[in-house]
């Protein structure tokens, strides 16, 4: 190919331009189709916000102001819970307590807080569970300061508290269990169920009670000395006739201790007789006579019956009857011979020691007479005539 050739071509080809007539002009002029925006469902809605711009110092007002504000309240609030926990401004007054058994330690604080011993039941809780202490509470009756801090009031209402309330009674001579009982009872130191029960069944340590049998409820009869006693308030049991069983102990001395030894008898014996003085005698001159007509008695052989009003009368109350000579019980010393199975109330050191040492007579027979006092006889027919006389008064126990 020639040079010539291709530069013809080349024009050729720069020259063409296509016609097509009149074809397309009924479509107008060709434009680029535009793009619409995709159109959101109205759960596909963004929203816009334009941000503030809040001026620094600003920021800083606003921060300060809610610092404030916080340690406006903290101090309040800190405030409060320590005047509570401290007992800062509580008036200096005080007021009783009741602790009863069962009482966890929501009860305790809501006691205290009807008491206005304290303000925030919570509040007390959590010191108590988190100082170890919410075991440290015993049942009771307690007088206490509101002016005590959670500290004291922890100290102040357990059973070594000083401030644990406390009752005096006097227990006299001649009182049976039951009557010691109902008189502790009464006087809120302990209810009678629970004395019953722990006299019945609970193992004390003192070397007089070894060889009782368990199970009943008179089992302590005669050794429940009869003195004037300082009780605390809803106390247990254990600790109520632990303290008349030490006072029995502490109370016998060494001289009578070895009497008792020396003599024919037991323990539990000699206290037996030393009751029946008590139920029978009018006054202490008659003690020892008392003694020696049981002894006179006992020395009659082979039937030595005592014949004592006093001991069918406890087995009937135990029996839940009235008095009968014919009274099938162990305590009928008109039917059973030799000295009953047990005291029959508790007696006091004079009664005792008149059995230790009984004055010496011919007396088989004694009843009291309208005077009040006992009248004695060696004949067994001049004490029927005064039982036939207007000089006997029979004397019948509640």
Excluded at 275 to 296: C, H, K, P, Q, T
């Amino acid at each position: 190919m020639t040079e010539e050739t291709n530069r013809v071509d080349v024009e050729k080809t720069q020259a063409f331009t296509p016609d097509f007539g009149n074809t397309f002009d009924d479509y107008g002029e060709y434009r680029e189709p535009e793009t619409e925006p995709p159109v959101r469902a109205a759960s596909e809605k963004s929203w816009h916000f334009k941000r503030m711009r809040i001026p620094r110092l600003l920021w800083v007002a606003l921060a300060l102001a809610v610092a404030v504000g916080l340690g406006w309240l903290a101090s309040e609030l800190g405030w409060k819970w320590a005047d509570d926990v401290l007992a800062l401004t509580r008036p200096d007054q005080e007021v009783v307590v009741v602790i009863n058994d069962n009482d966890d330690l929501d009860d305790i604080a809501l006691t205290l807080k009807e008491a206005g011993a304290i303000k925030y039941e919570w509040l007390f809780k959590l010191y108590c569970k988190f100082s170890g202490s919410e075991n440290y509470f015993d049942p009771g009756v307690y007088t206490i300061n509101l002016t005590y801090d959670y500290h004291a009031l922890v100290n102040n209402l357990m059973a070594s508290a000083a401030t644990r309330g406390t009752v005096k009674l006097m227990i006299i001579e001649g009182l049976d269990s039951f009557e010691i009982f109902d008189l502790l009872e009464q006087n809120g130191v302990c209810s009678r169920e629970k004395l019953e029960d722990c006299a019945a069944n609970y193992h004390f340590e003192f070397d007089f009670l070894k060889g009782l049998p368990y199970g009943a409820a008179n089992r302590l009869e005669g050794y429940l000395f009869p003195d004037t006693y300082e009780f605390y308030l809803k106390d247990e049991p254990e600790n109520v006739l632990g303290k008349l069983l030490r006072n029995f102990e502490a109370r016998l001395d060494e001289e009578d201790l070895a009497m008792i030894e020396e003599s024919s008898y037991s323990l539990q014996q000699i206290l037996t007789l030393a009751s029946i003085i008590e139920g029978e005698a009018a006054n202490d001159d008659e003690r020892g006579l008392v003694a020696s007509v049981m002894f006179n008695r006992l020395n009659e052989w082979p039937r030595p019956l005592l014949q004592m009003d006093s001991t069918v009368y406890y087995g009937a109350r135990l029996l839940g009857t009235t008095f009968s000579m014919e009274l099938d019980s162990p305590y009928n010393t008109y039917k059973y011979p030799g000295i009953p199975k047990g005291p029959i109330c508790n007696p006091g050191l004079k009664s005792i020691r008149a059995v230790l040492t009984p004055k010496e007579s011919d007396y088989y027979y004694f009843a009291t007479g309208v005077d009040g006092v006992n009248h004695f006889f060696n004949d067994e027919n001049d004490f029927a005539d005064f039982l036939n006389s207007d000089e006997y008064e029979p004397i019948i126990p509640d």
